[in-house]
């Protein structure tokens, strides 16, 4: 069994599977801080951050680049979404135990930042091909739409996220050398 999952993940077919999954999966991501309370606070600087999507591309290689540029985007439509919420209460980021204080008006900052570079880097760890680049754009606008209208219910938080996917392909655009 073991040996079929690695052959399908080295397969094209297989690594857009896994990129579409691993987008599925992490769109719900960083709100695994709801389970870790007592040390997290809800909107924690660790899971509200490029750093989940890291850690399957440092711990998970043998999935292939499909599954942390999945991760990556993801991470980068939750965040877009929740960049529409006040950096007030739990709409913050939050620094983990012993702290737990919150960014405040620099929340949105961490948000858009981070929402950003994990939308470049969900293009950028792909292999390189305009195939790749549409098949993670195509999912993006998915992915967007639907947390969007399905988790979010707004159709704000699809402009946003959409914006979030374009910068992100527009920036791998713009620093591919020429």
Do not use: K
Request: proline share 6%.
């Amino acid at each position: 069994m073991a040996d079929l999952i690695e052959r399908l993940g080295l397969s094209g077919p297989g690594q857009a599977f896994i990129l579409f999954g691993a987008t599925a999966v992490f769109l719900a991501a960083p709100d695994i801080d709801l389970m870790l309370l007592r040390l997290l606070h809800h909107r924690s600087i660790l899971t509200h951050s490029v750093l989940l999507p890291f850690l399957v591309l440092w711990f998970l290689p043998a999935l292939g680049p499909a599954a942390a540029a999945g991760a990556f985007l993801g991470v980068a439509i939750h965040l877009s979404a929740d960049l529409l919420s006040p950096a007030r209460g739990y709409g913050q980021i939050y620094l983990p135990e012993p702290f737990q204080v919150g960014l405040g008006g620099w929340s949105h900052v961490w948000l858009l930042l981070n929402a950003l570079a994990a939308a470049w880097l969900a293009v950028a760890i792909l292999p390189v091909g305009e195939g790749w680049r549409l098949l993670a754009a195509g999912t993006g606008v998915v992915a967007a739409l639907c947390y969007g209208l399905g988790n979010e219910r707004s159709i704000m938080a699809v402009i946003v996220a959409l914006a979030v996917v374009g910068a992100g392909q527009y920036a791998y655009l713009w620093l591919q050398p020429h």
